[in-house]
């Protein structure tokens, strides 16, 4: 069965920090591009970032920038997304997605342009 699974959500304090996993199964995750998505409630999905097939190149929100850190270790058939210095605003629900279309403009592609889905893993940050 092919598919993408997301883990690592949680509670955490503001300013804690997480690291998401996302880990495929069915297919080798290293010739696609992997994105990290979010929606919080009442909002819509945002791009995160996305990382090239090799992990020679990331493309970040900017607001994200310094915070979050994507990562892959194709070796696990895993995409890591890093996430510090938390804040309520990150509260959303985040979900890995996969496919073959180029890093740079994958976080511009609708849902139905992205192969691959996870189901989503629910971070909140309260105190």
């Known amino acids: 069965q092919v598919q993408l699974v997301e883990s690592g959500g949680g509670l955490v304090q503001p300013g804690g920090s997480l690291r998401l996993s996302c880990t495929a199964s069915?297919?080798?995750?290293?010739?696609?591009?992997v994105g990290w998505f979010r929606q919080a409630p009442g909002k819509e999905r945002e791009g995160v970032a996305s990382?090239?097939?090799?992990?020679?190149?990331?493309y970040y929100l900017d607001s994200l920038k310094g915070r979050f850190t994507i990562s892959r270790d194709n070796a696990k058939n895993t995409v890591y997304l890093q996430m510090n210095s938390l804040k309520p605003e990150d509260t959303a629900v985040y979900y890995c997605?996969?496919?073959?279309?180029?890093?740079?403009?994958?976080?511009?592609?609708?849902?139905?342009?992205?192969?691959?889905w996870g189901q989503g893993t629910e971070v909140t940050v309260s105190s």
């Open positions: 990382i090239s097939n090799d992990d020679g190149d990331s």
């Open positions: 997605a996969a496919d073959l279309k180029p890093w740079y403009h994958f976080l511009l592609l609708n849902r139905d342009e992205i192969a691959y």
């Open positions: 069915g297919f080798t995750l290293d010739s696609y591009t």
